[in-house]
């Protein structure tokens, strides 16, 4: 036992975090792996997600660092990026419980088959450079802070939704986009962290080793995207925004899986 943990449960959960932080760096959607994890570990929801939050805000900033030592991170503009999203983050975690979220339930997984599609199918997707749509002043103030209040709220493809901005708003390469995204994950996820800790749902034993999994995950992740760059981001981010989708529509509570059903059973 460890901190009062089973220490074949931490050992476990090490190695999930350790793949889902590699997974990460790359394209997002680690916490397909350990937010199911932490709940067959037997917590509850809520301290599921906040100790999540924990791990994937440490892999986050690791992946970050990789990106930022490799100079593939414009600070000047990229700071307030990050800043817009963080600040967002924390008013969406304060708001959580006046949006209706049926909403997102129904409409996530439809932004997130789209933004696959998008991927799969785009022209421009490659390493290189474009000429930009948004400044990175309107993209501080629109993008970036809508997306940072979705990851308060909910958070599911909030990296996807990053990637596609800074791809398409702000015609970075795929790898830069991806350098940002995980700067602008680092800024939303540490916001919407810290409410979490104050309000007391980590479970920090847990998270803390898990963050270590995420940290050494997140190293590799970042070094196998800046190595081969689009012909790696570019199909895991197809298969990584269509699994979350799934993932979405499997609960049996959900409106647009329940519609659907409602129009083929004829009711």
């Not at 998008?118 to 474009?130: L, P, Q």
């Amino acid at each position: 036992m460890i901190f009062g943990v089973d220490i074949g449960l931490i050992a476990g959960l090490f190695a999930v975090s350790l793949a889902a932080g590699c997974v990460d760096a790359i394209a997002g959607g680690g916490g397909l792996l350990t937010l199911p994890a932490l709940l067959l570990s037997g917590l509850d929801p809520v301290s599921a997600i906040a100790t999540n939050k924990l791990q994937g805000s440490a892999g986050a900033v690791s992946s970050t660092l990789a990106f930022a030592r490799r100079r593939l991170i414009h600070w000047p503009d990229a700071w307030k990026i990050a800043v817009s999203a963080g600040l967002a983050s924390v008013a969406g975690a304060l708001c959580v419980s006046l949006l209706p979220r049926t909403v997102l339930d129904a409409a996530v997984p439809l932004l997130l088959v789209g933004i696959a599609i998008y991927f799969a199918t785009a022209k421009r997707m490659s390493n290189e450079d474009a000429a930009a749509r948004f400044t990175p002043n309107l993209f501080a103030l629109t993008w970036a802070p809508a997306v940072g209040f979705y990851d308060g709220v909910f958070g599911p493809g909030a990296g996807a939704f990053y990637m596609i901005g800074f791809v398409t708003l702000l015609g970075l390469g795929v790898v830069k986009g991806t350098a940002h995204t995980k700067l602008a994950n680092a800024a939303s996820n540490l916001g919407s962290l810290a409410l979490f800790a104050i309000s007391g749902h980590v479970v920090w034993p847990i998270g803390l080793m898990m963050a270590v999994g995420a940290i050494l995950g997140a190293q590799v992740g970042s070094r196998l995207a800046i190595r081969l760059g689009a012909r790696l981001i570019r199909p895991l981010l197809v298969t990584i925004a269509c699994l979350m989708a799934l993932r979405l529509l499997s609960d049996p509570v959900n409106p647009l899986r329940r519609a659907v059903a409602g129009l083929f059973s004829g009711g």
